[in-house]
């Protein structure tokens, strides 16, 4: 059997929204094919796609901001976290799924509010389900390099946003990355291919 949703409950509904799910016809594995399988419920959040970037200059620096989350206040003093430039995709007027073409929208207009540069070349890696267990979000993610600065950065004041731009080097923000400066996932993910590159670029020249 196919799996399929028969029932949808939305439990909450903001800037996400939670919904719990009946779906009936899950896969068993080969012992347990002698048996029906019952309904199966999960609660999952629903969340837009969203796009990553991570800025470099020409110089090779990569510009990297420190903002404000409120689920690190839990856990830490400040609730501060040094990041990549992400931020939410737009939805399509037509209710379409979000395409790559949108997240490369999305990532060059946070570059643009979040730090004042203009992203010129960009370049998409992957999009990854971020939380498959408990989440819908698709990340898209990309290494832009900047073209020239535009405007002050610093974010949305609208929306809350009091964000910092940092300008490091990658050897730096990788041993920010060991120290624990660096905890954000999506960021780490996007410094370590850069990484692997430079790697893998120093041997096909030796």
Request: hydrophobic share 40%; with cysteine.
């Amino acid at each position: 059997m196919t799996p399929r949703i028969t029932r949808t409950e939305t439990l909450w509904a903001g800037h996400v929204s939670l919904r719990r799910l009946t779906i009936t016809g899950q896969p068993l594995p080969p012992s347990n094919r002698d048996r029906t399988a019952g309904a199966l419920v999960r609660e999952v959040v629903v969340s837009p796609m969203s796009a990553v970037i991570l800025l470099r200059r020409q110089n090779g620096r990569l510009i990297l901001i420190r903002q404000f989350r409120a689920p690190a206040l839990l856990e830490q003093d400040d609730g501060s976290l040094v990041e990549c430039c992400a931020g939410n995709v737009d939805a399509e007027p037509s209710g379409s799924p979000a395409t790559i073409a949108d997240a490369e929208r999305a990532a060059r207009r946070e570059a643009e509010e979040e730090t004042g540069w203009r992203v010129g070349m960009i370049r998409h890696l992957f999009t990854l389900y971020t939380s498959p267990g408990i989440s819908t979000e698709r990340l898209a993610f990309f290494i832009g390099e900047v073209a020239e600065r535009v405007g002050p950065g610093g974010g949305l004041a609208n929306e809350g946003e009091s964000i910092e731009t940092l300008e490091l080097g990658l050897d730096e923000a990788w041993t920010m990355v060991g120290d624990g400066r660096i905890r954000d996932a999506k960021t780490v993910m996007l410094l370590q291919h850069l990484r692997l590159e430079a790697a893998a670029i120093a041997h096909s020249a030796a």
